[in-house]
Nanobody, 127 residues
Framework: QMQLVESGGGLIQAGGSLRLSCAAS????????SGWFRQAPGRKREFVAV??????????AYADSAKGRFTVSRDNAKNTAYLQMNSLKPEDSAVYYC??????????????????WGQGTQVTVSS
């Protein structure tokens, strides 16, 4: 059974950068989509970024708020996905979750399309 563990969150000043990692165990996810979502207090969990399965070319997609600042990637040898976050803003503060689909998938964006979820890592951006 797939298990996901996020890491790399923390407290950072606005304009800074963080790199989140999502390590998968119990299976491989190279051909699955690896997505990133976030949830701020009082808000619903929302889509941030995704990289599609390698079989489909690893296409990426981003929320409008993340375009130009965030980059999603995957290291198949390490079975780990990453979210590089640059130029962070206070509104980026949230718990960030990684997720993986069941089986082959392109760059899907909806929560119901994902089967496996990590426990989340806190990102706090100070002004």
């Amino acid at each position: 059974q797939m298990q996901l563990v996020e890491s790399g969150g923390g407290l950072i000043q606005a304009g800074g950068s963080l790199r989140l990692s999502c390590a998968a165990s119990g299976g491989t996810c190279s051909n699955d989509a690896s997505g990133w979502f976030r949830q701020a207090p009082g808000r619903k969990r929302e889509f941030v970024a995704v990289i599609g399965g390698s079989w489909s070319g690893g296409a990426t997609a981003y929320a409008d708020s993340a375009k130009g600042r965030f980059t999603v990637s995957r290291d198949n040898a390490k079975n780990t996905a990453y979210l590089q976050m640059n130029s962070l803003k206070p509104e980026d503060s949230a718990v960030y979750y990684c997720a993986v689909t069941t089986g082959y998938a392109r760059a899907v964006k909806l929560k119901w399309q994902y089967t496996y979820w990590g426990q989340g890592t806190q990102v706090t951006v100070s002004s």
